[in-house]
């Protein structure tokens, strides 16, 4: 399957953007990363205008075909971060996520491009939420669980460690002390991140398997006892890939 019909055969996360483009859109709206286009397809009929960009050319080449068809649509094929827009946004569309924004761009690329949001002007999707909790892994290197079967057990509590609105410029560097309290008695090797999306203030996607699946992360193994409190050390570039990723545990008690 190419890589837009993986992305609009997604109908749990499509249907969340749906209800909110052709809620919100109106204007001048930018689709930025517009991948397989349909998100710009969805707003052309309630925007003026709308600027679709597209990084890679592989990808462009199938959309560009799509988009051409709708006349209030510009596509254009280039970095986001280098366009300079004729002109303001009402709304900016930019679905670049992944898990904990970590292997997407989505951070930098908003960094850059938010300059030419209108005051008041709004973004889809509008943030994040970022849930940790810690695992026993059956896997010993980082993964995706992508097939929504569980290949882990959870050793203790969840806990929400950022929350992001795209409508502000974000620092990519991520550096935060995870304090999980355990459940039972076993072994730590782990902590699984999750992340739901906010599409709009009252719009809520959890993972789905184009957007954000969670990601397993493997730490060092520790045997844990139930009542005891974890301090795993979690560090990351938003942007930067999964490389960049690095973990410690810090304190037990
Ligand atoms: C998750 S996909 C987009 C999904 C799309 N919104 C959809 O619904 O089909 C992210 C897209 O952003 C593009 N992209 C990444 N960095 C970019 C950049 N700096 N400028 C423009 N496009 C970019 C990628 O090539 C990819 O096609």
């Known amino acids: ?12 996360r ?6 909110s483009i052709t809620k919100e859109a109106e204007g001048i709206v930018y689709d930025i990363g517009t991948g397989s286009g349909i998100l710009s397809a969805w707003a052309a009929p309630y925007a003026n205008f709308i600027y679709a960009v597209e990084k890679n050319s ?11 068809d709708f006349r209030n649509i510009s596509f254009i094929e280039g970095d986001a971060c280098k366009i300079q827009f004729p002109e303001k946004a009402d709304l900016i569309i930019c ?10 761009e989505q951070v930098p690329v ?3 491009v938010l300059k030419y949001l209108k005051k008041n002007g709004k973004v889809i999707p509008q943030g994040v939420i970022n849930i940790a909790e810690p695992v026993y892994m059956e896997a010993e290197h980082l993964y995706y669980e992508e097939t929504g079967k569980p290949s882990h057990y959870t050793m ?5 460690f950022s929350k992001y609105d795209f409508r502000k410029p974000i620092n990519p560097c991520a550096d935060f002390d995870l304090k999980f309290k355990i459940i039972k008695n076993g072994i730590l090797n782990g902590v699984k991140i999750t992340t739901f999306t906010l599409i709009t203030s009252n719009t809520i996607c959890g993972p789905t398997p184009m957007l954000n699946p969670p990601l397993m992360i493997p730490t060092k193994e520790l045997r844990v006892r139930k009542g005891d409190i974890i ?6 570039t938003m942007g930067g890939g999964l490389d960049t990723i690095r973990n410690e545990i810090k304190e037990i008690f």
């Open 156 to 160: 203790g509590s969840l806990m929400v």
């Open 58 to 68: 592989f990808v462009a080449r199938e959309t560009r075909s799509f988009l051409n």
């Open 95 to 104: 679905e670049m996520l992944d898990t904990a924004l970590i292997d997407e």
């Open 1 to 12: 399957m190419s890589y837009q019909n993986n992305l609009i055969s997604d109908y749990e």
């Open 231 to 236: 301090t795993v050390n979690l560090k990351y």
């Open 110 to 112: 908003l960094n850059s």
């Open 14 to 19: 499509l249907a969340g953007f749906y209800e």
